[in-house]
C-alpha cells in the first residue's frame, strides 16, 4: 500500500554596510605542497661555433586516476567526453508520465525523460559541459545549487536568458568543490521542481574515501488527486503561508511503499548522500538497527563526524551519512524512516513513516572495517561583534490581502542590491520576525554557520549555502566573497520565495 501523508504543516532579504579587505583569495582551495626551487646552474662562456638546438619538451607523466566509486539510487547520465577529467553529457528537459498512484499516469516534467534526472558524477577539478535543450512549452533554466560557478553560468535569470522552447544553452565550468548538490530550473522554480525537473550531482574528493558502497537518498513530495493528476497550482492562502506540501512521500522518484526494502550485505560500511527537494518539507530522518554518522553537510566533509538521534534536512539542505550495517544477527532488520506530524488527541506530534525495511541479504558477510576519513580544517573567517549585515525576514499582508514574504521590508524588486567587495568578508545576522521558518539559501558562495540566538551551533560547522532559519531566530554567518557577480540569495521555500522572499548580492 502507498504511505498518503496528511497536510499537517509547522519566514527573506536585504541591507548592509560592506567591509573590505585585501585582493580575493579562495579558501577552499587545497595546497598539496610547495613547487621546489631549483638552484641556477653555473654560466658558461658561449661558443659561436656551437650549432643551437631547441631542447624537446618533455611530456609531463599523466597520471592514472582511480575509478570513481559505484553510485546507486539514481541511474548516471551518460559521459560522451573519453577525457577523464572532462564530463560531458546531453541535458534535455521534456514532457513524460510517471507511475505514483496504481493504474493512473501523472503528467511530468523530466530531464532525458527519467525522474529524478540523471545523477551527474564527477571528481573535483573536473570540467563538467553540458548541453541543454528545452523541448518544454515554457522557458526554463538550469540552475547549479550549491556549486560555485562562473555568474553567467549560474541558471538564475538575473545572470542568464531563459532557454525557450526549442532552444538550447551550453553549460561549462569546473567543479571546484568536493560534496553533493542538485540541479533544478530557476524560472518558475515552485512550478517546475515540483513538476519533476531536479537531480543530483555528486563530485567527488580527488581520492575518495573507501566506502564499500555510495548512495543516492533523494527525498521529496508531491500532491496529487486520486486519479493521478497532480493538484493545481493555485498558490492558495496555506501555500502562501507554508508552502506546497505534497501528500505523497518520494524516495528517489518512486513513491514510498510500506513494502520497499534495502538488501544490505552483513558489515557493510557505506556512504548515503542525502538531499531533500522538496518545495516546502522539512524532511526528519532516522535510522533503526544501524550505524550512522553525519560525515558532510552542503559543501562537503566536515572537520568533526558527529551522531544525533534525528537529523533534519531542510528544503535545498544536503547531508552525508556513514551507514555501517551490522546487526547482531542475520535474521535482524532495520528501517529508514522519515517523520511527519500527525494529529493525536487534538495534538500535532511526529510519527515515523517506513521509507525503507533494511535487512542482511545472502552475501557472506564482510569483515569488520572503518572508512578512513581526510582531515579537514576549516578556514578562521573572521567574526564581528556585530553584523556587517543585517536581514531582516518578515511578511504581511499585501495590496489583495494575501501574504507577501519580504527581505528588510520589500519583496524581490523592490530591493535596492546588497553590495560587496570582491574579497571582503562579512559577518551576516540573519533576523527571522515571524514564526515560519525559512531555509535561506545564497547562490555561488559557502558561508559557516556561527551561531543561533546568540549561543554557538553545535553539529554544524562544515560549509554550508542553505541554511534553516527557526521561529522568531537570529542566525549568525561567516562569509567570504569570492566570486564575481550577481547573485540571488532567497528563502527555499519555494512559494515565499516566489512571494517576494528573495534578493540580490553584487560581489565586485
Not at 104 to 125: D, E, H, K, L, S
Not at 164 to 189: C, I, M, N, R
Not at 427 to 439: E, S, W, Y
Amino acid at each position: 500500500m502507498k504511505y498518503v501523508v496528511s497536510l499537517i504543516v509547522s519566514l527573506g532579504l536585504v541591507s548592509a554596510c560592506a567591509s573590505s579587505s585585501d585582493s580575493p583569495v579562495d579558501e577552499f582551495a587545497s595546497v598539496d605542497g610547495v613547487e621546489p626551487v631549483d638552484e641556477p646552474a653555473p654560466e658558461r662562456t658561449p661558443d659561436p661555433n656551437e650549432q643551437k638546438t631547441e631542447p624537446e619538451p618533455v611530456a609531463e607523466p599523466e597520471l592514472e586516476l582511480a575509478p570513481l566509486p559505484e553510485l546507486l539510487g539514481v541511474p548516471l547520465a551518460e559521459d560522451l567526453n573519453d577525457d577523464p577529467k572532462i564530463i560531458e553529457i546531453n541535458l534535455t528537459a521534456q514532457t513524460s508520465e510517471h507511475v505514483f498512484i496504481e493504474d493512473t499516469v501523472t503528467p511530468m516534467w523530466t530531464y532525458n525523460g527519467q525522474f529524478p534526472g540523471p545523477a551527474i558524477q564527477a571528481r573535483v577539478g573536473d570540467r563538467l559541459i553540458v548541453h541543454f535543450t528545452n523541448n518544454l512549452p515554457d522557458s526554463t533554466t538550469v540552475h547549479w545549487h550549491g556549486l560555485r560557478v562562473p555568474n553567467e553560468m549560474d541558471g538564475a535569470p538575473l545572470v542568464q536568458q531563459p532557454v525557450q522552447p526549442g532552444e538550447t544553452f551550453t553549460y561549462d565550468f569546473k567543479l571546484k568543490d568536493a560534496g553533493s548538490y542538485w540541479y533544478h530550473p530557476h524560472v518558475q522554480t515552485h512550478i517546475q521542481v515540483e513538476r519533476g525537473l531536479y537531480g543530483p550531482i555528486v563530485v567527488h574528493e580527488a581520492e575518495p574515501p573507501a566506502y564499500d558502497v555510495e548512495r543516492i537518498v533523494f527525498l521529496d513530495d508531491i500532491r496529487l488527486e486520486m486519479d493521478g493528476n497532480r493538484s493545481p497550482f493555485n498558490l492558495t492562502h496555506p501555500e502562501r503561508m507554508h508552502g506546497r506540501y505534497g501528500n505523497v512521500l518520494l524516495l528517489n522518484g518512486k513513491a514510498v511503499d510500506e513494502g520497499d526494502s534495502l538488501a544490505l550485505r552483513h558489515g557493510v560500511v557505506e556512504r548515503w548522500r542525502v538531499m531533500n527537494s522538496a518545495n516546502a518539507r522539512t524532511a526528519q530522518l532516522d535510522l533503526m538497527a544501524a550505524e550512522w554518522r553525519v560525515i558532510a553537510s552542503d559543501g562537503g566533509l566536515v572537520p568533526e563526524p558527529f551522531t544525533t538521534e534525528l537529523l533534519q534536512i531542510a528544503p535545498g539542505e544536503r547531508y552525508d551519512l556513514e551507514m555501517r550495517w551490522n546487526p547482531e544477527s542475520a535474521e535482524d532488520s532495520g528501517e529508514l524512516r522519515y517523520w511527519v506530524p500527525v494529529v493525536e488527541n487534538e495534538q500535532v506530534k511526529l510519527a515515523p513513516i517506513v521509507l525503507q525495511t533494511l535487512f542482511s541479504n545472502d552475501e557472506e558477510a564482510l569483515a569488520a572495517h572503518d572508512v578512513e576519513l581526510p582531515e579537514v580544517t576549516l578556514p578562521e573567517w573572521p567574526v564581528e561583534d556585530m553584523p556587517t549585515i543585517t536581514i531582516e525576514l518578515d511578511g504581511k499582508p499585501g495590496f489583495n490581502g494575501q501574504i507577501q514574504w519580504m527581505l528588510n521590508g520589500k519583496v524581490y524588486g523592490q530591493h535596492i542590491p546588497i553590495k560587496v567587495d570582491l574579497g571582503s568578508y562579512h559577518t551576516i545576522d540573519i533576523v527571522n520576525k515571524q514564526a515560519q521558518v525559512h531555509p535561506m539559501h545564497i547562490h555561488g558562495h559557502f558561508f559557516q554557520v556561527i551561531s543561533r540566538n546568540g549561543k554557538p551551533v553545535v553539529n554544524e560547522a562544515g560549509f554550508k549555502d542553505t541554511v534553516m532559519v527557526g521561529a522568531k531566530e537570529t542566525v549568525r554567518l561567516s562569509i567570504l566573497f569570492d566570486n564575481p557577480g550577481q547573485w540571488m540569495y532567497h528563502c527555499h521555500i519555494l512559494e515565499h520565495a516566489k512571494m517576494g522572499m528573495m534578493g540580490v548580492i553584487e560581489v565586485y
